[in-house]
Structure formats: structure tokens, C-alpha cells
């Protein structure tokens, strides 16, 4: 009779080196974060339905950016559902700082006029 030893085949690509003997192992990279991923759409998305000087948008590229930016939430943009601002019958105490996340820098677009102040 024939006996067949089964195990688990461990992955060399896992493996760095073996120093004194002993395995070491790479980590594991994480998986980003969904806003990255949401910002990375509107992003693309933007640059097709805004293909030049002059392009006006079809209805159904409105549609889609309107979807996306519809089902973003406040942590796809890196704030958090625990700011003051969020929380109704809370006052900001003074001026709120305003902050600015620069997404794409671009000499033919901008959400703002030129010549408007933040």
C-alpha cells in the first residue's frame, strides 16, 4: 500500500533571508483606505467629462459625477463624524480653521474663479 504525505506548501515569495537560522518574513502590505479609492473615481471621472476648454458635459457624465460625489461621505475625504461641525446644537467656539487639500493641480481647471479669496 501507498501512503501520500500531505502539508501546506509554504510561498517563497513570503521569504527574505535566513540569517543565524531563523525565517524572517516580509510584511504584509495593507489595503488603502476607501476614500482613496472614492477621491481616485471622482478624480478620473472629472478628467473625462472634462476634457478641455470648450467641452460641455453630456447629461449622463453629469449623472455620474453627481452619483459619485452624492454617496461621498465625510471620511472619504479625511474628516471624521466627531468634529464639532458635524454634531448639530454644538457651537464653534471663534473662527473654524479652514483647510485646504490640494487634490490636482492643474493650469486649465479650477473649481474656484481666479480671482475669488478663501
Known sequence: MMTIEAGFVENKRDKVGRPNNK????KKKCMRPKRRRVLQKLFLSCREVFKGPGTVPLPRDVQKLCHILNR???EDVGLSKDLLFFQPGRE???T???MCTTIYKCKNFSVRPANSIL
Open 72 to 74: 461621498m461621505k465625510p
Open 96 to 98: 473654524p480653521r479652514i
Open 23 to 26: 525565517m524572517i518574513r516580509k
Open 92 to 94: 464653534v467656539k471663534g
